[in-house]
C-alpha cells in the first residue's frame, strides 16, 4: 500500500494541471523559454535565490535551511522532443511536431511541487536545497552546458537526486540500479564518398550506397565479434541519406548513429574499430569513409551511499516489495555530468496506468503516463531532501 505525504497530496491537483499545461507547449532543447519563465517565477516566489540563463535556458534555485549542515541537489529535465502527437488527450501538445514524449513536464512539475513543500520546511532543515532544471536533456548536452555557464559556482553539494517517469514498470513502483545505470553516448557521423553516374551505367560510376550496405552490415560485428560476451554495448545506425532519382548514383551517403557503453576503455576499442572497419571497407570498394563522433555523456553511476538512502526513501512511500532493483539501461541521461562532481542516485518512477496491456514507450507519439505517479516522484524528491537534511 502506498504512503503518499499529506503535503504532497495537497498539492496533487495543482502538480497535475502544470504537468498538462506544459504537455500542451512543449518546446525544444535550448529553446524552453516558457518553460523556464514558469520555473523562475515560480522558485522566486517560493523564497529561492535563483538563476537562469545557465546553458541558455536552465534554471537553479537554492535555498538555505535554518541550520548548517550538506547541500542536497534535486534534477528535473525540461524539453521535449520533435515529434508529432498521436495521443488523444485533451491536453495533447499545441506545438505543431514537437511533445513531451519522455516526460520531463512531469519531472518538472514534480520539482516544483517538492520545491514547494521543502520551502516550507527550510527553517527546521540542516543544510541547503539546491535545484536544477536542466534543458536539452534528450540532446546530451544541456547539463555539460549548465555546468560549463557555472551552474555549480558557490555551491559544495554532498548529494544528489535525480528521477524519470518509465512505463516499462507500473505506477506503484520505483525502480533504481545498483552502480552502473545508463550508458555513455556518442553521435556518429559516417560518410562514404564515391563517384556518381547513371543507374544503367553502374561500372563507370564508384557506388557509395553498396559500400555502405557492406559496411552497414560489418559494423554489427563489432558487438558481436570485438565486444566481451560478458560486456555490454550498442552500436545503432538511425539515419541513412542518400541520392536523388531512381536512375543516379549518388556522390555519397552520410549515416548517423549512436555508440553506448558502461566501460570507458571498451568505447575506446569500438569507435577505433568503427574507423578500421568503415574506412578499410569502402577502400576495398573504391571509395572512401570519413567517419566523424561526438562524444555526448559519460556513463551514469549510481553511489553506493546514496542509492541506500533512495531506496529507503521509496520504500517508505511505495512499500519495499515494490522497490524493483533494476537492471541498468542502455539508455543515456547526461545527468551523469553534474553525478562526476556529486555522488547521486537516478530512480526510475513507474508510470504505466494499470488497464494498459501494453505501456507506449518514451519517444513514441502515443506516450502517456498515469499522472498518479506525479504524487510518488515528488514525494521520493521531498523525503530524500529530508533524509539528508533533517537534523538526526
Same mark, same amino acid.
Given at each position: 500500500?502506498?504512503?503518499?505525504?499529506?503535503?504532497?497530496?495537497?498539492?496533487?491537483?495543482?502538480?497535475?494541471? +502544470?504537468?498538462?499545461?506544459?504537455?500542451?507547449? %512543449?518546446?525544444?532543447?535550448?529553446?524552453?523559454?516558457?518553460?523556464?519563465? !514558469?520555473?523562475?517565477?515560480?522558485?522566486?516566489?517560493?523564497?529561492?535565490?535563483?538563476? @537562469?540563463?545557465?546553458?541558455?535556458?536552465?534554471?537553479? $534555485?537554492?535555498?538555505?535551511?535554518?541550520?548548517?549542515?550538506?547541500?542536497? +541537489?534535486?534534477?528535473?529535465?525540461?524539453?521535449?522532443?520533435? !515529434?508529432?502527437?498521436?495521443?488523444?488527450?485533451?491536453?495533447?501538445?499545441?506545438?505543431?511536431?514537437?511533445?513531451?514524449?519522455?516526460?520531463?513536464?512531469?519531472?518538472?512539475?514534480?520539482?516544483?511541487?517538492?520545491?514547494?513543500?521543502?520551502?516550507?520546511?527550510?527553517?527546521?532543515?540542516?543544510?541547503?536545497?539546491?535545484?536544477?532544471?536542466?534543458?536539452?536533456?534528450?540532446?546530451?548536452?544541456?547539463?555539460?552546458?549548465?555546468?560549463?555557464? $557555472?551552474? +555549480?559556482?558557490?555551491?559544495?553539494?554532498?548529494?544528489?537526486?535525480?528521477?524519470?517517469?518509465?512505463?516499462?514498470?507500473?505506477? /506503484?513502483?520505483?525502480?533504481?540500479?545498483?552502480?552502473?545505470?545508463?550508458?555513455?553516448?556518442?553521435?556518429?557521423?559516417?560518410?562514404?564518398?564515391?563517384?556518381?553516374?547513371?543507374?544503367?551505367?553502374?561500372?563507370?560510376?564508384?557506388?557509395?550506397?553498396?559500400?555502405?550496405?557492406?559496411?552497414? @552490415?560489418?559494423?554489427?560485428?563489432?558487438?558481436?565479434?570485438?565486444?566481451? %560476451?560478458?560486456?555490454?554495448?550498442?552500436?545503432?545506425?538511425?539515419?541513412?541519406?542518400?541520392?536523388?532519382?531512381?536512375?543516379?548514383?549518388?556522390?555519397?551517403?552520410?549515416?548517423?548513429?549512436?555508440?553506448?557503453?558502461?566501460?570507458?576503455?571498451?568505447?575506446?576499442?569500438?569507435?577505433?574499430?568503427?574507423?578500421? @572497419?568503415?574506412?578499410?571497407?569502402?577502400?576495398?570498394?573504391?571509395?572512401?569513409?570519413?567517419?566523424?563522433?561526438?562524444?555526448?555523456? %559519460?556513463?551514469?553511476?549510481?553511489?553506493?551511499?546514496?542509492?541506500?538512502?533512495?531506496?529507503?526513501?521509496?520504500?517508505?512511500?511505495? $512499500?519495499?516489495?515494490?522497490?524493483?532493483?533494476?537492471?541498468?539501461?542502455? /539508455?543515456?541521461?547526461?545527468?551523469?555530468?553534474?553525478?562526476?562532481?556529486?555522488? $547521486?542516485?537516478?530512480?526510475?518512477?513507474?508510470?504505466?496506468?494499470?488497464?494498459?496491456?501494453?505501456?507506449?514507450?518514451?519517444?513514441?507519439?502515443?506516450?502517456?503516463?498515469?499522472?498518479?505517479? +506525479?504524487?510518488?516522484?515528488?514525494?521520493?524528491?521531498?523525503?530524500?531532501?529530508?533524509?539528508?537534511?533533517?537534523?538526526?
Amino acid at each position: 500500500m502506498m504512503e503518499i505525504s499529506p503535503e504532497v497530496k495537497a498539492l496533487s491537483a495543482e502538480m497535475t494541471s +502544470l504537468r498538462r499545461d506544459l504537455h500542451a507547449h %512543449p518546446e525544444l532543447g535550448f529553446q524552453e523559454v516558457r518553460t523556464a519563465g !514558469i520555473i523562475a517565477k515560480r522558485l522566486t516566489g517560493l523564497g529561492y535565490t535563483v538563476r @537562469t540563463g545557465l546553458g541558455k535556458t536552465g534554471v537553479t $534555485g537554492l535555498l538555505r535551511g535554518g541550520k548548517p549542515g550538506k547541500t542536497v +541537489l534535486l534534477r528535473a529535465d525540461i524539453d521535449a522532443l520533435p !515529434i508529432r502527437e498521436e495521443a488523444v488527450v485533451p491536453w495533447r501538445s499545441e506545438t505543431a511536431g514537437v511533445m513531451h514524449a519522455c516526460g520531463h513536464d512531469a519531472h518538472t512539475a514534480m520539482g516544483l511541487a517538492a520545491a514547494a513543500i521543502l520551502a516550507k520546511e527550510a527553517p527546521s532543515l540542516a543544510g541547503d536545497l539546491f535545484f536544477v532544471f536542466q534543458p536539452a536533456e534528450e540532446l546530451l548536452i544541456g547539463a555539460e552546458a549548465m555546468l560549463e555557464d $557555472g551552474a +555549480l559556482e558557490g555551491v559544495r553539494a554532498d548529494a544528489a537526486f535525480a528521477i524519470h517517469v518509465m512505463n516499462r514498470w507500473p505506477t /506503484g513502483t520505483v525502480a533504481i540500479c545498483d552502480g552502473a545505470a545508463m550508458t555513455s553516448a556518442d553521435k556518429l557521423t559516417l560518410t562514404i564518398t564515391g563517384r556518381g553516374g547513371h543507374g544503367a551505367s553502374p561500372h563507370l560510376a564508384i557506388d557509395p550506397i553498396v559500400a555502405s550496405a557492406q559496411i552497414i @552490415t560489418a559494423l554489427q560485428t563489432l558487438v558481436s565479434r570485438e565486444t566481451p %560476451p560478458l560486456s555490454t554495448a550498442v552500436l545503432s545506425l538511425t539515419t541513412l541519406k542518400a541520392g536523388t532519382a531512381f536512375n543516379i548514383i549518388p556522390d555519397a551517403v552520410e549515416m548517423t548513429g549512436t555508440l553506448r557503453c558502461f566501460d570507458a576503455a571498451l568505447r575506446e576499442k569500438l569507435l577505433a574499430s568503427l574507423r578500421r @572497419t568503415a574506412e578499410g571497407l569502402a577502400a576495398s570498394l573504391r571509395c572512401t569513409a570519413r567517419v566523424e563522433s561526438q562524444f555526448l555523456t %559519460p556513463a551514469l553511476r549510481n553511489d553506493p551511499a546514496v542509492t541506500a538512502v533512495a531506496r529507503q526513501v521509496a520504500a517508505m512511500i511505495v $512499500g519495499e516489495s515494490r522497490v524493483v532493483a533494476a537492471e541498468p539501461l542502455t /539508455g543515456s541521461d547526461d545527468v551523469a555530468y553534474f553525478f562526476q562532481k556529486v555522488p $547521486g542516485c537516478y530512480a526510475f518512477v513507474g508510470s504505466a496506468k494499470p488497464e494498459w496491456s501494453s505501456a507506449p514507450a518514451s519517444h513514441n507519439a502515443k506516450f502517456d503516463i498515469d499522472e498518479s505517479a +506525479l504524487e510518488i516522484g515528488a514525494d521520493f524528491l521531498v523525503r530524500a531532501a529530508r533524509a539528508a537534511l533533517l537534523p538526526r
